[in-house]
């Protein structure tokens, strides 16, 4: 008997276009092969490596045409071989770094997490890979403490959000910047406003906190992760997890990180007590899928318990319907929006 396929829907980035040039396609997505299941989107979303692929500058992006999309919580709807067919109906979470962005999608069985039956997909969706960072950053890397005071930068982003109300919610001072625009958000979160814009942006740091800054949530890399670097008190800590201030710079896609690492690199082996680290989602992974995947999954759960009792509160930009993938890219790229765009199937 010939294996079932399923009608699929799909956006695709065919080169390196603006968002106008994503292109809908219609498709066959074959059976789920051994290890495998078919998921039901029912939200995904857009995070800032699909505005670094589009412009083919994400670190290890595969070659175009692909289908983006970094996560998504969805329906199993079919199982391959060697998969508990009791999968089937029960909803998921999943990271995919690619491949999201479509009505249906092949996943591994061991990739999927279980959300609460509670939780909205479209709230889930904002926390599966922003969450899961904010999380592993803040007790993983920076290692925070009640009482400290952070810098989260870009707090009214997708990660930034959930960064300062996870820091609050552990006790933490919180200094976020932002667009003026989005001060009142940022305050309301938990957190002082400052305008990321301001020339005297890192004076006004040092004078909320003159003796130095517990940890720096750096998303930005650049020349100016030095100034981020000199916030730091003694025993502080820099945690850089993003290059927005060279996305759109000409040459190569691994550059930037490269001279990232050696700067970091350099700080670590001062003898200061500061630490300096790049978060990365996937480390871990190739050494030790297993243990990677089960971290994945238990700092899933802990943001997602947060989300249900009301602690958490997930910043939905906005939503859009898949087939108008390009619109949700653009407002995402616009930088006048707090949270995170959202792709439902439809709206």
């Known amino acids: 008997m010939a294996a079932i396929t399923t009608p699929v829907t799909e956006i695709v980035l065919p080169a390196q276009v603006e968002p106008d040039g994503l292109r809908v396609r219609t498709n066959d997505l074959p059976a789920p092969a051994d290890g495998q299941v078919v998921m039901r989107m029912e939200a995904t979303g857009v995070s800032f490596a699909e505005q670094q692929m589009r412009r083919g500058k994400y670190y290890d992006q595969p070659p175009f045409p692909f289908v983006p999309g970094y996560d998504l919580v969805g329906t199993v709807t079919a199982t391959g071989p060697r998969v508990d067919a009791a999968l089937v109906g029960r909803r998921f979470a999943a990271i995919t770094k690619t491949g999201a962005w479509a009505s249906h999608v092949l996943v591994d069985a061991t990739d999927l997490m279980p959300i609460p039956v509670e939780a909205d997909p479209a709230a889930a969706e904002t926390v ?73 942006l890192y004076d006004r740091l040092r004078a909320l906190a003159p003796d130095g800054v517990d940890a720096v949530f750096d998303h930005v ?68 899928r297993k243990v990677w995947q089960q971290r994945m999954g238990d700092d899933l759960n802990e943001v997602l318990r947060l989300v249900v ?39």
């Open 309 to 347: 009792d009301g602690t958490l509160v997930p910043q939905i930009a906005a939503t859009f319907a898949l087939g108008d993938a390009a619109a949700a890219l653009e407002l995402a790229e616009s930088r006048t929006v707090a949270g995170k765009v959202v792709i439902l199937p439809q709206v």
């Open 221 to 288: 890399g650049g020349a100016a992760i030095v100034k981020s670097w000199r916030l730091l008190r003694r025993g502080g800590t820099l945690v850089s997890y993003g290059s927005a201030a060279t996305k759109n710079e000409a040459g190569s896609s691994q550059l930037p990180v490269l001279k990232l690492f050696a700067r970091l690199f350099v700080w670590n082996a001062l003898p200061n007590g500061k630490g300096a680290h790049f978060y990365n989602l996937w480390a871990g992974k190739r050494r030790d």
């Open 128 to 200: 599966i890979v922003n969450g899961v960072t904010a999380w592993q950053m803040l007790h993983r890397v920076a290692g925070v403490r009640r009482g400290q005071t952070v810098v989260v930068l870009g707090a009214n982003g997708g990660v930034g959000s959930t960064l300062v109300q996870l820091a609050r919610h552990a006790g933490l001072a919180v200094i976020g910047t932002g667009s003026p625009r989005h001060h009142d958000l940022i305050r309301e979160l938990g957190a002082t406003p400052l305008d990321y814009h301001a020339p005297d």
